[in-house]
């Protein structure tokens, strides 16, 4: 079955440092994003991408990066972690037929 | 600028007592409006989609509807499985990149 995943599931580092979250799907979409989510807010878009090379700033990218060399990949790349980013990342992708966006299961990352 | 609120932000039903959850939205030019279920620890997971005003959708003890200005997701005879939180979001003008989410409301359901 066709399916999203992302790793590690749980992350701690420390402020500073540089760290990068991956995402891998295999439906073959060429729609992938990243989203930040934090109690008392909704998700919040950080990058999307709507094909290989193509790379665009969500709502809050500040201090994150995106590439995309292939379909299936889409990593997030924090370049010097803050506290602030703290949070639970999620990765999607999205079924430009169907209209259906599938998520995958989370990482939550701890910056000290 | 859009937006979504959803409430209550929590709601406790007991087995089998229906109820609906409310997602107000301001949006200009609804291209969408989406429901997704989010258990604890994972990823939301695709509920519905409504595209314009008197639109509805079911899905087992899940009814969705639409008006102009709110959206409600009524829940049939509730089970324990129903257990979650619930998100409402809304895509105006533009691409999916435009989706705005609201913060969710979590259901429990106690048997």
């Known amino acids: 079955d066709a399916e999203i995943t992302q790793s590690p599931r749980h992350k701690i580092t420390e402020t500073g440092r540089q760290v990068t979250l991956a995402c891998h799907q295999t439906?073959?979409?060429?729609?992938m994003f990243w989203y930040r989510q934090d109690l008392g807010h909704g998700l919040r878009l950080i990058h999307y991408s709507y094909g290989v090379h193509d790379t665009n700033k969500g709502e809050v990218s500040d201090g994150y990066s995106v590439s995309r060399s292939n379909t299936e990949d889409l990593p997030l790349t924090l370049e010097s972690a803050a506290s602030s980013q703290t949070s639970v990342y999620f990765c999607?992708?999205?079924?430009?037929?169907?209209?259906?966006?599938?998520f995958g299961p989370g990482t939550r990352l701890t910056v000290t | 600028e859009d937006q979504v609120t959803q409430s209550p932000e929590a709601l406790r039903l007991q087995e089998g007592e229906s109820s609906s959850l409310n997602c107000s939205y301001t949006v200009s030019g609804l291209r969408g409006l989406f429901w997704y279920r989010q258990d604890p620890g994972k990823g939301p997971e695709f509920l519905f989609t409504?595209?314009?005003a008197g639109e509805e959708k079911e899905k087992e003890r899940l009814k969705a509807t639409l008006t102009k200005k709110e959206s409600f997701l009524h829940i049939t005879a509730p089970k324990p499985e129903d257990s979650a939180t619930y998100l409402c979001?809304?895509?105006?003008?533009?691409?999916?990149?435009?989706?705005?989410f609201g913060t969710g409301t979590k259901l429990q359901v106690i048997p």
């Open positions: 409504l595209y314009s």
């Open positions: 439906w073959n979409h060429n729609n």
């Open positions: 999607a992708s999205r079924d430009t037929e169907a209209g259906t966006v599938y």
């Open positions: 979001a809304v895509q105006g003008s533009g691409g999916y990149q435009k989706v705005t």
